[in-house]
């Protein structure tokens, strides 16, 4: 059984109808917020230990994100938190009435940062929409454009963004006495780094000085040099079209893209060991850094780079092609993987707006996704957007995110999951260099500078921000051996004389047309679903990862991904309760937010209740605020 909330259920043979005999199938229960609401009240009246902790807006990251938590200084804990999303962008309202020519130039705007996702999702959903295959060249070379734009997002996340809450600078404002054991602590993995020394690494990754974080800088430059030899440009690429890519391709391009790639086989063994040595460190200085961020591991997947093989773009076939592509579609619930289906994927999609600033549409158009499974009326293809602002409130509306969940579970997204799923499926067709076992990803890493080496992540006992960043550390080289992977189906294409790199397509003018994009951002999990009427876009609906991690609480009160991550982390900075005021940091809850990389700029605030006492912290994972 796929789903245990959806009313959902299925025969013998897979065939999927709702439950008989409900007479309200989709109904649900709504929280009443203002209950708990009511009672941090009353304690923060009381208890002197308790503190308002505003970051607002949180930094380090793209777009307008604020976290919103109320902490208990003496407990060390968090007691109470709320994520908001800031701004409205409105980019599926603008869409509406326009030519599916107009998606990809359009919605790749969503994000200045990785805007070529966007337009390539977009290029999906019509494809499927409209039944058409590109040729095997365009989906290769669109695979290596997705995995140098991802090797241009791992290294700012793991070094301009969320690495230096883990330097010298940072740290020795909130535990000292870590950087004081760091200056005898060895580092295990000096082959690979070159540092003798913990306090070494941390010193290396300070924000702006550190050794690392201009180096991570600089790879971010090679893998964009990388993206616009095929791309032409970055971040809001021209090329990328329904039914292929709008350039040619040749050899030259080729190997001037392979000079780039093979920078990252030895960057990649680096990362990987450097971060290795981070965490492990930190947790021998004191274990409960294994609860900062915590969740339990449910997250969702779409899974990416399509094997020229098997994509079609027909949501027939989408289960086929989807299990046939490098990164693994899948939804983990807890730790289990329930389904590698794109179709029960997108089946099991529901949003809501209970908490956020939209109207609840009517109206169910589709009953039914293009098989015959049952579509929710609150799934993406029945969804409008209609934005109501109003006042914030904890009780009620507090966010412009909406609150997506599959299956009726807050999932969350990122990078990690495709690692994570990936690992754990075991169903990659080409296993050149990427070679996943169910309990681990196995990585061969080529010869450059560095011997040839073979990395392999575990899938970890707990899930927490220190293994989302682990995670990232080796979709390094998983991106980059994905990309020469490809690289050389590329180049046998081109020996063979198979140049194609678009298929003609006309938009027809008359009748109804869905589809959707499965396909990832940096961050994760991200679909385009589209609607045509008569020639023109009757409906758009997008879903990033970080509308997963930042979203509010259900309309049945369970937090978001953010929200219970940050609940779950202890308070472990140094703080003094006689003067707690000038010394909390919020570090901790600010590791636990960027280990997600949130895609939305923000600067972090902290305010201290009844005072107007506010300190202000940088929070950005997303190179908007940097650009």
């Excluded at 994520?83 to 705007?109: H, N, V």
């Excluded at 992540?457 to 020469?484: D, G, M, Q, T």
Aim: charged content about 20%.
């Amino acid at each position: 059984m796929c789903f245990k909330n959806l009313p959902i259920e299925f025969d013998a043979e897979g065939n999927a109808t709702l439950k008989e005999g409900v007479s309200n199938p989709y109904s649900y229960n709504v929280v009443d917020l203002g209950k708990n609401e009511d009672k941090l009240k009353d304690l923060l009246g009381k208890n002197g230990f308790l503190k308002n902790v505003d970051y607002d807006p949180v930094t380090r990251i793209a777009g307008a994100l604020a976290f919103h938590s109320v902490v208990d200084l003496k407990e060390k804990k968090v007691i109470s938190s709320n994520s908001m999303a800031t701004l409205f962008r409105g980019y599926e309202i603008i869409l509406k009435g326009r030519s599916p020519l107009d998606a990809a130039y359009i919605s790749s705007r969503a994000c200045g940062v990785c805007g070529g996702v966007h337009s390539t999702v977009s290029a999906l959903a019509i494809e499927m929409a409209l039944d058409i295959k590109p040729p095997p060249l365009a989906i290769v070379m669109r695979n290596i454009l997705l995995a140098v734009e991802y090797l241009y997002d791992h290294p700012l996340h793991l070094f301009l963004l969320s690495g230096p809450d883990y330097s010298e600078q940072l740290v020795s404002e909130t535990n000292p006495e870590i950087v004081e054991r760091a200056k005898t602590t060895p580092a295990n993995n000096s082959a690979a780094h070159g540092y003798k020394l913990m306090i070494d690494i941390m010193r290396d990754l300070n924000p702006l000085t550190g050794k690392l974080y201009i180096e991570a800088l600089e790879m971010t430059r090679v893998a964009r040099e990388a993206y616009v030899l095929i791309g032409g440009k970055y971040p809001h690429p021209q090329s990328v079209v329904p039914g292929g890519l709008s350039v040619t391709v040749n050899i030259t391009v080729l190997n001037e893209v392979y000079q780039r790639l093979i920078k990252f086989f030895d960057y990649g063994q680096k990362v990987v060991g450097l971060w290795d040595d981070v965490f492990d460190f930190f947790l021998e200085c004191n274990p409960d850094y294994a609860k900062v961020g915590a969740r339990p591991a449910t997250m969702i997947e779409t899974g990416v780079w399509d094997h020229p093989d098997y994509y079609d773009a027909s949501y027939k076939n989408c289960d086929t092609w989807g299990n046939a592509r490098w990164s693994t579609p899948g939804v983990l619930i807890d730790g289990e993987l329930v389904t590698t289906s794109l179709k029960q994927i997108n089946v099991g999609l529901e949003e809501f707006v209970e908490h956020s600033y939209y109207e609840k549409w009517d109206g169910h158009r589709f009953k039914e996704d293009l098989e015959g499974r049952p579509l929710s009326p609150n799934h993406p293809w029945n969804k409008e957007t209609i934005a109501k602002p109003g006042k914030q409130s904890w009780r009620d509306r507090y966010t412009w995110d909406t609150c997506p969940t599959w299956d009726r579970n807050s999932v969350e997204a990122g990078a990690y999951a495709r690692l994570y799923i990936t690992a754990k499926a075991n169903k990659v067709v080409s296993r050149r260099f990427v070679n996943p076992t169910g309990h681990s990803m196995i990585l061969n890493v080529p010869k450059h500078n560095m011997p040839a080496a073979t990395l392999e992540w575990h899938i970890p006992k707990v899930w927490n921000a220190f293994e989302r960043n682990r995670a990232r550390a080796f979709c390094i080289p998983y991106s980059a051996l994905v990309a020469l992977d490809n690289w050389y189906m590329a180049m046998d294409y081109l020996r063979q004389g198979e140049t194609r790199m678009s298929t003609p397509f006309t938009i027809p003018t008359k009748g109804t047309h869905i589809g959707v994009g499965f396909w990832g951002a940096g961050r994760g999990f991200l679909t385009h679903h589209l609607i045509i009427d008569d020639g023109a876009i009757s409906n758009y609906q997008i879903l990033t990862p970080s509308t997963l991690n930042a979203s509010p609480h259900t309309p049945w009160g369970t937090p978001g991904p953010y929200e219970e991550a940050v609940l779950n982390t202890p308070i472990l900075e140094n703080v003094e309760l006689d003067n707690p005021d000038k010394k909390f940091k919020g570090i901790d809850i600010l590791r636990a937010i960027r280990s997600f990389d949130p895609c939305m700029p923000c600067t972090t605030h902290i305010q201290v209740a009844d005072s107007d006492y506010m300190v202000t912290r940088e929070v950005t994972t997303c190179a908007c605020g940097l650009e």
